[in-house]
Nanobody, 122 residues
Framework: VQLQASGGGLVQAGGSLRLSCAAS????????MAWFRQAPGKEREFVSA???????GYADSVKGRFTISRDNAKKMVYLQMNALKPEDTAVYYC?????????????????WGQGTQVTVSS
């Protein structure tokens, strides 16, 4: 599976962005898809994940603000980010894991996209 993330940018606090992740491969629907992020000087952290049957998981820091979705026919995963805060500033990565249930551990994800920068100004 190859992953290509896009949609990052600069936004003011309180604004919104939608990240997209395009996947290649014939068995996209067999994968749990996730978003992670890494801020400067910090470790990569889990943001959200979605299974093929659309079971979802979110980090506590983004619950109620971010929504993950997927379109298996288009092999796309999205992360709608609302009410953005400066602490959401990071490089966001999409990832794929051949699991049936959502997982927040980066060790479970075998495939990673290149990352897209999200910067939230105060």
């Amino acid at each position: 599976v190859q992953l290509q993330a896009s949609g990052g940018g600069l936004v003011q606090a309180g604004g919104s962005l939608r990240l997209s992740c395009a996947a290649s491969g014939r068995t996209f629907s067999n994968y749990v898809m996730a978003w992670f992020r890494q801020a400067p000087g910090k470790e990569r952290e889990f943001v959200s994940a979605i299974s093929w049957h659309t079971s979802r998981g979110y980090a506590d820091s983004v619950k109620g603000r971010f929504t993950i979705s997927r379109d298996n026919a288009k092999k796309m995963v999205y992360l709608q980010m609302n009410a953005l805060k400066p602490e959401d500033t990071a490089v966001y990565y999409c990832a794929a894991a051949r699991w049936t249930t959502v997982t927040s551990s980066s060790d479970d994800y075998s495939y990673w996209g290149q990352g897209t920068q999200v910067t939230v100004s105060s």
